[in-house]
Nanobody
Framework: VQLQASGGGLVQAGGSLRLSCAASGDRFNRYAVAWFRRSTGKEREFVSAINWSGASTYYGDPAKGRFRISRDNAGNTVDLQMNSLKPEDSAVYYC????????????????WGQGTQVTVSS
């Protein structure tokens, strides 16, 4: 499967962005999908994940209460709605997929999108 992340941009603190991960090349409902992010000088960090059906969702500590992940298998997309953004949310956001239940460790994901830059100004 091929993944394409989009929706990043520049936003003021307190604002919102909606990232989208578009998939092609295989039946999308076979895959769990996750979002990770990497800030300058930091390790890649788990943000959120969703199982193949959308029934189960998972959030890393920075995302809890502010971000919401969802998927549309008919449209082959997984979205990440990010609200109440903070400057520390600035990072390159990546979507990733695996043919198994979601995991928080990036090493378990086989397919990666190219990343989309999110910058939150104070």
């Amino acid at each position: 499967v091929q993944l394409q992340a989009s929706g990043g941009g520049l936003v003021q603190a307190g604002g919102s962005l909606r990232l989208s991960c578009a998939a092609s090349g295989d039946r999308f409902n076979r895959y769990a999908v996750a979002w990770f992010r990497r800030s300058t000088g930091k390790e890649r960090e788990f943000v959120s994940a969703i199982n193949w059906s959308g029934a189960s969702t998972y959030y890393g500590d920075p995302a809890k209460g502010r971000f919401r992940i969802s998927r549309d298998n008919a449209g082959n997309t997984v979205d990440l709605q990010m609200n109440s953004l903070k400057p520390e949310d600035s990072a390159v956001y990546y979507c990733a997929a695996r043919k198994a239940p979601p995991r928080e460790e990036d090493s378990f994901y086989d397919y990666w999108g190219q990343g989309t830059q999110v910058t939150v100004s104070s």
